[in-house]
């Protein structure tokens, strides 16, 4: 008997030994930053298919963006009384911008010129559709105890891709799923054995932002489920007393008059009115900027420091004539 228990502590040992020296292996040897990534050119995230690196430096030496703990754009606090966050996709993040030209800067401007002290906080992620945002809100940012949100989540809903967000998403809440990817998380070894178990599907190593048509023919979230996500949210920030806002983002082509994304568009419109939530156009707010497309927008889908000054204005407009932060702006019940 004690021979057996010999063998089987030998086997064992040597099972130990093999794999922690693949660990090792792996982990000198293979680098993971040179592998594909999930989304837009960030890694992959376990609830939200992909985030932010939680306190990296993106962008450029010339205009560095830091990312906080939480995995969002960092922003100063000030202490102010009340705290606004922005949601939405690369628009709303500050796509190539400085932290000084960025929407919610702007908006923190443009609140202390109508009276209003707000720290306003980046929940953009490039490439977020609304039912990541969701996501988000559960993950962080509901804990941050904003008194508003300022919704943006647009273009990239209707935006087509090789996937439906809502499929890939449901495959990271399949049982057994988040167990996997901790074990992932942890070992070196197994992410790279993983790589040639299972490849990535072409979704996953080629989420991007396609506007070329012809590639696919599908919009990331399609409007129903789009319309019922805007919903889920004011639901969930009533039930905690927090205000609403939706920015409807311009476009070259919705200032141009011509249709972009009409369906979505609609759908943020019809959900403001029936649920009591102020409503910013985009083109709107850029018109009477006296902006055009060549002065107030990066390309056809980014807004420059002008356009997003522009949003900032209308936005702040819009609180001060709903009597935002006296009237909570908490949506009404459906």
């Not at 020296?21 to 792996?26: I, N």
């Not at 080629?206 to 319309?227: C, D, F, K, Q």
């Amino acid at each position: 008997m004690s021979v057996l228990w010999g063998r089987l502590a030998l086997v064992l040992g040597s099972v130990l030994v093999l794999l922690g020296g693949a660990e090792l292996l792996a982990r000198t040897l293979w680098h993971p930053d040179q592998q594909p990534v999930s989304g837009y050119g960030l890694p992959a995230h376990r609830t939200r298919l992909w985030g932010l690196p939680p306190g990296e430096v993106l962008g450029s030496p010339q205009t560095p963006i830091h990312i906080n703990a939480q995995g969002l754009r960092a922003v100063e606090l000030t202490g102010a009384p009340l705290r606004a966050l922005t949601l939405g996709d690369s628009n709303i993040f500050g796509h190539e911008l400085a932290d000084g030209d960025t929407l919610h800067a702007a908006l923190r401007t443009e609140l202390l010129r109508a009276g209003l002290d707000v720290d306003v906080l980046c929940g953009g992620v490039p490439g977020y559709s609304i039912l990541q945002s969701l996501r988000l809100l559960d993950d962080v940012g509901w804990a941050l105890k904003p008194d508003l949100l300022v919704v943006g989540n647009l273009l990239s809903d209707s935006t087509s891709e090789r996937f439906r967000d809502q499929d890939l998403l449901a495959a990271l809440d399949r049982p057994g799923r988040q167990a996997a990817d901790s074990l992932l998380r942890h070992s070196a070894a197994l992410r790279w054995l993983s790589l040639w178990l299972r490849p990535l599907s072409n979704a996953e190593r080629n989420i991007v932002w396609l506007r070329t048509p012809g590639v696919v023919e599908h919009a990331r979230v399609p409007v129903p489920s789009y319309r019922q996500a805007l919903e889920t949210l004011a639901d969930r920030a009533a039930s905690r007393g927090v205000g609403v806002i939706f920015l409807e983002l311009a476009t070259a082509d919705a200032l141009r008059g011509e249709p972009d994304g009409e369906a979505w568009r609609l759908a943020m419109r019809l959900v403001a009115e029936q649920r009591g939530i102020p409503h910013v156009s985009g083109v709107a707010a850029l018109r009477a900027a006296g902006l055009d497309v060549d002065t107030a927008l990066l390309d056809p889908v980014h807004a420059n420091p002008a356009g997003q000054r522009a949003y900032a204005q209308a936005l702040a407009d819009a609180l001060v004539v709903a009597g935002w932060p006296e009237q909570d702006l908490a949506p009404a019940p459906r």
